[in-house]
């Protein structure tokens, strides 16, 4: 039986089927998503059904609000269980008796495309400097001199941008105060040190929450898990300092769960009364917001001494 004929385009015949651009075609080459071409020379290659069935898939589950970088999992999970998941792809011996090449080669990667890291710790410090609300993509964009292209192949929107950096924006939020609640021993005046370092910055605080929240009601699992991530990463501390106060006799026992989500809680609401009341004065926000720690959280015997 003779062996099945590929079908095979060239770009301008894959751009036209697949409905997409060379340049995006040549991004998503570029980002893995697609295999190699057989190449025949320098500006000439060609692609088969396996491309042209992958970047309808790309354009279907990306249309769905899927990023990029999920997307090109999704694809190597597939082909990691059928290797023509997406079709079959041209043989090798198809370019050498094109071009009587003995190898096709990789296409180039575009030249300074910037990591997906170099991304996060510039959204960390934008967000940090501007807020949430004033941030834009083209602000990141510009300030690393790429492309929104290259922007949206790793985050699908400024969303999903802030739920990565959140919690490297809430280490830098309370960095100042890190050292000196690490040296103090005392679990209630840690947790008053912790309580110190958020009051300045109550608003970043309760964006980063606000954030968090809605990424819990997403319908996107890995969404879903960011949302659990930035509160743990905040809850964790609150519930360390209490569970030591209870070993030590000096808090009365309690799910520090619920304790440290609680603290959260009020943290947050501190937020919104500076907004409706500004004439409260910090000073008195941190006496008020100490006598309810002291008095909530200390076993009686200690309160009364």
Avoid: W
């Avoid at 209630?188 to 964006?207: C, D, M, N, W, Y």
């Avoid at 809605?214 to 743990?232: F, M, N, T, W, Y």
């Avoid at 799910?255 to 009364?273: A, W």
């Avoid at 500076?274 to 004439?279: I, K, L, R, S, T």
Wanted: glycine share 8%.
């Amino acid at each position: 039986m003779a062996p099945r004929e590929i079908k095979h385009y060239k770009i301008a015949e894959l751009e036209k089927l697949s409905g997409l651009p060379r340049r995006t075609i040549h991004f998503y080459l570029a980002g893995k998503l697609l295999h190699s071409p057989a190449r025949t020379g320098k500006t000439m290659a060609y692609y088969d059904e396996a491309h042209l069935k992958k970047l309808r898939f790309i354009r279907e589950v990306k249309g769905r609000g899927v990023p990029l970088l999920a997307v090109r999992r999704m694809i190597a999970d597939r082909e990691a269980e059928n290797a023509e998941a997406f079709g079959a792809r041209l043989d090798p011996a198809f370019a050498r008796e094109k071009a009587a090449l003995p190898r096709s080669r990789e296409p180039r990667k575009p030249k300074g495309i910037k990591t997906r890291e170099t991304i996060l710790e510039s959204g960390s410090r934008l967000f940090r400097e501007k807020g949430y609300r004033n941030t834009r993509v083209s602000d990141v964009t510009r300030g690393l001199n790429i492309g929104k292209g290259t922007f949206y192949f790793y985050f699908s929107d400024k969303k999903e941008l802030f739920l990565e950096c959140a919690p490297q924006i809430f280490r830098e939020l309370f960095s100042r105060g890190l050292a000196e609640i690490r040296e103090e021993k005392d679990p209630l005046k840690r947790l008053i040190l912790r309580a110190e370092t958020v009051l300045p910055v109550l608003s970043e605080f309760a964006v980063i929450i606000d954030l968090a929240r809605e990424a819990l009601l997403d319908p996107d699992p890995k969404v879903r898990k960011l949302g659990q991530d930035i509160i743990l990463s905040i809850r964790r501390p609150l519930e360390s300092d209490f569970e030591n106060g209870i070993q030590r006799g000096l808090f009365s026992p309690g799910d520090k769960r619920i304790v440290g989500t609680l603290l959260i809680g009020i943290f947050e609401s501190l937020s919104y009364l500076q907004a409706v009341n500004p004439e409260i004065s910090p000073d008195k926000i941190k006496k008020t917001l100490f006598g309810l720690l002291t008095r909530g959280l200390s076993v009686p015997e200690k309160r009364k001494g």
